[in-house]
């Protein structure tokens, strides 16, 4: 399993899974549990958090998801 980390708003959060997304949607389940502060996007990487790096660039392997889709695919998930 990769290492993805996570980062919106408030939430930086390391996460272990077979693929980003359903990472990235596992971290934004437990920050919304945890009412922490997220943002509109959310980017997931396998090369450490986006905002720790020298002006912030982004690699091509890295992935930027809106807040309101993955909320969805929890909900969604959640619901079945």
Known sequence: ????YIESGD??????????????AR???????????LAQMVTVSE????????GGWLYDTDLMLETGTLLGL??????N
């Open 1 to 4: 399993m990769a290492k993805y």
């Open 11 to 24: 939430l930086r959060m390391i996460v272990e899974g077979s693929a980003p997304v359903p990472a990235a």
């Open 27 to 37: 971290a934004i389940s437990q920050a919304v549990a945890r009412h922490v502060g």
């Open 47 to 54: 090369r450490g958090y986006v905002s720790q790096r020298e």
């Open 74 to 79: 929890v909900a969604e998930h959640e619901l």
